[in-house]
T-cell receptor
Framework: DAKTTQPPSMDCAEGRAANLPCNHS???????VYWYRQIHSQGPQYIIH???NNETNEMASLIITEDRKSSTLILPHATLRDTAVYYC???????????FGTGTRLTIIP | EAQVTQNPRYLITVTGKKLTVTCSQNMNHEYMSWYRQDPGLGLRQIYYSMNVEVTDKGDVPEGYKVSRKEKRNFPLILESPSPNQTSLYFC???FGKGEQFFGPGTRLTVL
């Protein structure tokens, strides 16, 4: 699986959009971009995934660049409950393993 | 409610005393997996199972065993725990090739 690079930490004001970047320059054509988050020490929670088109669901939007070498997860109106570690993962669809890196610790500031 | 449950949630034990951490899911998922999480190392996969009686090693299987006799259960067995197995453990399940659902975690301390 391709490796990902994320900033170790970010802050965002409550109510603003949180934009979390991820670089995956070695991504292959069939690999998807997945985002999970982990609140405190709870089990990771799936957020969204995509291949090349932008995706949106009730939690977030995923913007993937045209060359697929990077992506951005957008939380449109961040709340204090969005404070968590966010993991960007690149993997083949349905792969047996998800390789979690160290993620981005997002802190939402009141 | 669809969920993955783990028991116990917290366990303190001593070196060499066999233990089992149970994992159960009520979503009829074929795929189940175990991860451990350690500071600075992220989540690392221990074992996974694609279906009943089908299991395979992940990245860090040494010192662990698993079994998959029923679809809903995937216990993690430590035959002779050692202090380096002190960690936070997560079980996960998945239907087909969809997203993984994680349990609440088991915090294990081996003295």
């Amino acid at each position: 699986d391709a490796k990902t690079t994320q900033p170790p930490s970010m802050d965002c004001a409550e109510g603003r959009a949180a934009n979390l970047p991820c670089n995956h320059s070695t991504i292959s054509g069939n690999e998807y971009v997945y985002w999970y988050r982990q609140i405190h020490s709870q089990g990771p929670q799936y957020i969204i995934h995509g291949l090349k088109n932008n995706e949106t669901n009730e939690m977030a939007s995923l913007i993937i660049t045209e060359d697929r070498k990077s992506s951005t997860l957008i939380l449109p109106h961040a709340t204090l409950r969005d404070t968590a570690v966010y993991y960007c993962i690149v993997s083949f669809f349905g792969n047996e393993k998800l390789t979690f890196g160290t993620g981005t610790r997002l802190t939402i500031i009141p | 409610e669809a969920q993955v449950t783990q028991n116990p949630r917290y366990l303190i034990t001593v070196t060499g005393k066999k233990l089992t951490v149970t994992c159960s899911q009520n979503m009829n998922h074929e795929y189940m997996s175990w991860y451990r999480q350690d500071p600075g190392l992220g989540l690392r996969q221990i074992y996974y199972s694609m279906n009943v009686e089908v299991t395979d090693k992940g990245d860090v299987p040494e010192g662990y065993k698993v079994s998959r006799k029923e679809k809903r259960n995937f216990p993690l067995i430590l035959e002779s725990p050692s202090p380096n197995q002190t960690s936070l453990y997560f079980c996960a399940s998945r239907f087909g090739k969809g997203e993984q659902f994680f349990g609440p975690g088991t915090r294990l301390t081996v003295l």
